[in-house]
């Protein structure tokens, strides 16, 4: 493996861990008041995007990247979804 190799997977593994922190804490505390929908939903078919892309070119570090995170992304988004709903169903 060359160093470009070593930059794309270094790069792909920090932007990557970088989404566990927040889908914990959103799984743990069922909090979604501070996550825009539009932007998580932009952003998750962005993801998706790049992983179409990396696969047409195969380049691994940007498909296993965007696997990962694109699994985050959409939990968090789904959780968006669900425990919005939640939130504002009738008492």
Same mark, same amino acid.
């Given at each position: 493996?060359?160093?470009?190799?070593?930059?794309?997977? @270094?790069?792909?593994? &920090?932007?990557? #861990?970088?989404? *566990?922190?927040? !889908?914990?804490?959103?799984?743990?505390?069922?909090?979604? %008041?501070?996550?825009?929908?539009?932007?998580?939903?932009?952003?998750?078919?962005?993801?998706?995007?790049?992983? @179409?892309?990396?696969? &047409?070119?195969? #380049?691994?570090? *940007?498909?296993? !990247?965007?696997?990962?995170?694109?699994?985050?992304?959409? %939990?968090?988004?789904?959780?968006?979804?669900?425990?919005?709903?939640?939130?504002?169903?009738?008492?």
């Amino acid at each position: 493996m060359n160093y470009t190799e070593w930059i794309g997977y @270094a790069a792909a593994s &920090l932007t990557t #861990a970088s989404f *566990v922190p927040q !889908a914990w804490l959103t799984f743990k505390t069922r909090d979604v %008041s501070g996550i825009s929908l539009g932007m998580y939903s932009a952003f998750t078919l962005g993801i998706a995007l790049w992983l @179409a892309y990396g696969l &047409l070119i195969e #380049a691994w570090p *940007v498909v296993i !990247a965007n696997i990962i995170t694109l699994v985050l992304a959409a %939990s968090i988004l789904a959780m968006r979804l669900r425990f919005a709903r939640k939130a504002s169903a009738p008492n």
